[in-house]
C-alpha cells in the first residue's frame, strides 16, 4: 500500500492519475482493500476488485464484492474456478449508473428504458441503442448452471479452507514458503501455491516440477510474469523490471487444490513431495 501511496503521488503531480485501480486477488485473498480504496478517494480514482479466484472469500468479516470498498467487482466462472458457467463471470456493483451502463454494454448499448432514450418511445416494441456494445450477455443455460453451484459454493470454500489448514500440517518442515494469509483476509484458495527455497535445495524448480509431475501429481505454475510476454516486451517491457514477480515465477508451484481432493490423495501429495525434496 505504501508504494501505491507513491505511486499515486507521482501520478498526481505529474497529472496522469489512473481512471481505476485494479487490486487482484490473488489465489483466494483479498488484498488489503481498505487502505486501497481511502488512497483511491484520495485522488477520485475508480476501484475495479478483480475477484476471478477470490468468489466466496472475506475481507475484514465482509464478502469480496459486497462493494464497501470498490465500484466493480469482477468474478470469473471459468471451468477451472471455484464454481463454472463453462466460460464467462459476473460483475456485481452497488453503483446504478455503472449498473444501468453495463446492462447496455453487454447487449450491443442497447436500451428499452424510456428514461434513456433520446427520443419518444413509438411503441411496446421500440429500443435505441443510444452507444456502441457488445454481445456478451451469458446464456439462460449458463447462468443456471452457476446459479445451481452457488447453492453449494459454501460447501465448496469449507472444504477448500480445510484443505490448506491440512497442507500446511503436512508440508511442515519442508524447505517451502507456504502460503501466507493476512490476518484481515479470509481466502477462498481458489489456488494453493507453494514456493521452493532454492537455496535449501539440491535440485532445479524445472526438476522438482517434472518429477512431481512424473509421480503423476498434477501441479501447474500460475504464472508466467506478463511482462516477459512477447507482446508487452514489443510495448518496451523487459525482464529485470519487475524482479519480485520474476523470483516468484522461479520458484512457485501450485498444488491441487480442488472440492473433491480427498484427504488419501492430498496425502499422497506430500509424501512425494517429501520423497522429491531432500
Known sequence: VTALEQKLLAAARAGVLPQVLVPVHFSGQSCEMRPIADLARQHGVA?????????????????????AFSDLTIFSFHPVKIITTGEGGMIVTNRTDLYERLLRLRTHGITRDPRQMAGESQGPWYYEQVELGYN????????ALGAAQMDRLPGFIQRRRQLARQYETLLDGLPLTLPWQHPDADSSWHLYVIRLQ???LGKTHLRVFEELRAAGI????????????PYYRQLGFSPGQFPEAERYYAEAISLPMYARLTDADQQRVAAVLRTILP
Open 198 to 200: 532454492l537455496g535449501k
Open 47 to 67: 476501484v475495479m476488485e478483480d475477484a476471478s479466484h477470490a468468489i466466496g472469500g472475506d475481507y475484514q468479516g465482509r464478502p469480496i464484492g459486497d462493494g
Open 136 to 143: 456478451y450477455r451469458l446464456t439462460d443455460l449458463q447462468a
Open 218 to 229: 498434477g501441479v501447474n505454475l500460475h504464472y508466467i510474469p506478463v511482462h516477459t510476454q
